[in-house]
């Protein structure tokens, strides 16, 4: 009989220790996914002493990378329904000397947030395998008034319109398949918590969000109260977007609807409700990049390399352009998305990269005008 193998690693300051017979879900491609929550953890919270329910733990690795990494973290409490990743999770846990710090159960992640409704978690955070959505209402009952509840959702097929029938479904919003997709998936998302926040009287903010990988992020501010609630709905709204020549228009969550394309004429398809205010929070942004060398990351530049993206892109008009879709419509090559933006800078406009892709910009120039820019663009 073949003796197991062990195989020792690191993420972060979190000592791993696996055995090759082991069956635990352990997936090494969401290391910038945690690095990135430890270092939101460090900016926003900024010393004050907090408690973390990760409902989710499988692992492990991240209840621990949050207790290690983070000195203002009291304590984590996580759960996992299968017993295996239970008692693995223990094993890294003691491996870790975070025994005082981290206690695992065997509990499904609806219970254990509905236990601990009473005495709320200054951060929750949301890890599963597909749609978060279910446990959005379980999750905000149990987050502290201004804590934060992420989320993280893997299901990109409905979020980004591909499979609008599972949007529905999951999260109650009319998906179309976009040239803008990933940043679609997560003001999806949004909205989706945004309504089930309004239905607890409760409001949300979104603070920090990214769609890297094959995943899309989340984090949100929780707030208490009717005011709240109807604040945050007022995020809300429909984008209305032709698949012909690529213009989209936004409206109010309860403004009407126009039926065709005022440029060329063709039948407007509605999304939505979609959330519509920002995507970031500029101050936490800022702090965090001015943190991120502190974290301990095999992934460190990805990190700051995304961060930078948003910094630019975090007061930029939403739904990004694709230089590539554009000029495929017009029936031209695509010049360089660095020119376009250079062109549109010139004009007078807002122009930026987005982290969503890299052949993409915001601007908040016309139809027009960004077509004018394809012209200019070719010539510098």
């Known amino acids: 009989m073949p ?38 953890v460090k900016s926003y919270f900024r010393g004050k002493r907090i408690r973390i329910c990760e409902p989710m733990t499988a692992s492990g690795v991240r209840a621990i990378r949050y207790a290690s990494e983070c000195p203002n973290v009291e304590s984590v409490t996580a759960s996992d329904v299968d017993p295996t990743s239970v008692q693995f999770a223990n094993h890294m846990i003691q491996l870790n000397n975070l025994r005082e710090r981290i206690t695992v159960s065997q509990t499904n992640a609806t219970s254990l947030m509905q236990n601990n409704t009473a005495v709320r978690f200054d951060l929750v955070d949301l890890d599963p395998f597909g749609s978060p959505s279910p446990f959005f209402e379980s999750a905000l009952s149990c987050t502290a008034e201004d804590g934060i509840l992420a989320a993280t959702a893997t299901d990109m097929a409905p979020l980004t ?14 998906a179309v398949r ?4 990933k940043e679609t998936a997560v003001r999806v998302l949004a909205a989706c918590l945004s309504l089930v926040s309004g239905r607890l009287q409760l409001g949300v903010k979104v603070v920090f969000s990214h769609a890297s990988d094959h995943y899309a992020r989340l984090y949100v501010q929780v707030y208490k ?15 209305e977007y032709c698949s012909q020549c690529l213009n989209r228009i936004t409206r109010g969550i309860f403004d009407e ?8 004429g063709t039948k407007m398809r509605v999304i939505g409700p979609l959330w519509l205010g920002k995507l970031w929070d500029i101050e936490l942004v800022s702090r965090m990049i001015a943190n991120a060398a502190t974290i ?52 007078g406009y807002v122009g930026t990269l987005t982290h969503f892709h890299s052949n993409a910009f915001r601007t908040d120039a016309t139809d027009q005008v960004i077509l004018t820019t394809f012209g200019r663009s070719k010539k510098t």
Do not use: W
């Open 225 to 239: 109260g009717r005011q709240a609630a109807n604040s945050s709905i007022r995020n809300l709204g429909f984008l």
């Open 3 to 40: 003796v197991p193998q062990i195989n020792e690693s690191t993420e972060g300051k979190a000592k791993l220790r696996f055995d090759s017979d082991a069956k635990i879900f352990y997936n090494p491609k969401m290391r910038m996914n945690r690095d990135i929550a430890v270092l939101l």
């Open 178 to 181: 976009t040239e803008f997709e």
């Open 296 to 347: 301990t990351s095999s992934r460190l530049s990805d990190v700051q390399t995304l961060l930078d993206q948003v910094s630019g892109e975090v007061d930029a008009p939403p739904f990004y352009h694709r230089v590539d879709r554009i000029a495929h419509s017009i029936r031209t090559n695509p010049p360089r998305v660095r020119n376009v933006v250079s062109a549109l800078r010139s004009l």
């Open 161 to 174: 319109g591909a499979r609008p029938a599972a949007c529905f479904r999951k999260y109650g919003i009319v």
């Open 257 to 264: 609807n126009t039926s065709s394309c005022s440029n060329c």
